[in-house]
């Protein structure tokens, strides 16, 4: 999976942020490491989440769920939470690092659950959807870009900023991500299309599709997993006609605009250029 | 699963040793948040193991997976590992002792994916199931008691002598746990019984049997998954009629005998005799 078409994210904001500061090439081993664990405790849920959505294909290749059966694959996502652990204590040993983790990973577990408790539930608000988001997305790219800043050390200015840019930065990346799910092909995606909305996450833009036109969403999505690809078919039709994944963009658009905003107060420096068009890019990304 | 009928064998062993040593009361907060982690380490693990034996029953209540689905079992085993390592965090400023526990959980997870790699394997030789239940289980135990040692700040020698008091336990515990799955019923063990040969679990009583009778033995095994109860019956008697059990217990005695030797060995103290007799215990143990 290391190997696979990861866009590495976590790490590079985790980098990014690191060079604003004053730390020397002494911290660079430890840089690396802590910027490593982000990517790490991420490739252990997603093959964790691979197992409860019984997905067969992520990153363009198998999962390890389906190619190795879901024993491997729970074993597989421990085994890389101990790793995650492990290089977050070459990293540091600031006892308060290893406990930030422990919460944030706290948040990212609780916003899969509260995902999960709302499966199939056609009253699912935009709050709670943003609620599932900040936890089981953001929350990584908050801890990214706040370590990052931390380990690079930073201006305090920068240290207190980097937190909401990367908590704006995932909750937009995610956005677009279900925004994606309904535009793009699983070639270009290099993973299944769709699956969402067959196992009830209902993620923005269906949550907008419902809000405007509960008469023709609800009977469709009633269907639940029995849902056909031609009822799938109608279902991107309506998004469409409704302006739904339009009125998402522009959503994601707000939340890439405020960290844009803030990445612009950061004091002027050849690598907050890159943090600047790398978050800008994120929204026009196709897969 | 916190109020069910877990033994807390881990952090009895981790309390006994730290009683051993010179350590006041100022750390006993320490004590109990690490004591604690080792539980919650188990826990996490079995929540996990569930899911992939597919188990219903464990400690005489629904398992996690049974009740609420896998879904929530591999988030609900996640979060106890968050958990985890917030109580280690909370108990020590040691990298040491991070990176002492990220290195034990990694072994526990090769000790079980060792045994998964030999399921259904007939060849599986005593070395290898050793070398599974090492991991799997007497990690966990040498864990506890180093752990107990270390942080009741017991003088060098018994610090030493823990790792390997909990290594010969955790082994011989592991043997027991083999063998009442072979000759207890359901209801005294609060779990299923004889699931272990279906999924192709060799495990001791059943290795000694192939080792000493493998024309008896080969042709049921072969049945796989597919044994009836009838053929689980006939096993029983086969183990029975080759002293598969008995001679179980004997090694399973000889493990408990040197931790026992090693116990006797520590300088006296009323814990001492406690850790004794539990020990001893552990062999006649019915559940």
Known sequence: MIDSKGKLLRPAYFYLFS????????????????????????LATLIHDDIIDESDMRRGIETIQSKHGKDVAVYTGDLLLSVYFDLLADATDSVEIIKLNTLSMKRVLMGEINQMTNVYNTDVTYENYLKSIKGKTAQLFELSCYEGAYFGQCNPDIIEKSRSIGQNIGIAFQMID???????????????????????????????????????????LKKGENLSDSD?????SLLNDNDCIKRAQVIAKKYIDEALLSIESLPSHPEK???????????????
């Open 19 to 42: 060079r604003l500061g004053h730390a020397n090439q002494d911290m660079h081993k430890e840089i690396v490491a802590a910027a490593a664990s982000t990517e790490v405790l991420h």
């Open 178 to 220: 279900d925004i994606l799910d309904y535009t793009q092909t699983p070639e270009i995606l290099s993973k299944p299309i769709l699956n969402d909305v067959k196992q009830g996450i209902y993620t923005l833009p269906i949550i907008l599709g419902i809000e405007s036109n509960k008469e023709k969403f609800l009977p469709l």
């Open 232 to 236: 799938l078919a109608t279902l991107v």
């Open 273 to 287: 250029d890159t943090l600047y068009s790398l978050t800008k890019k994120l929204l026009i990304r196709e897969f």
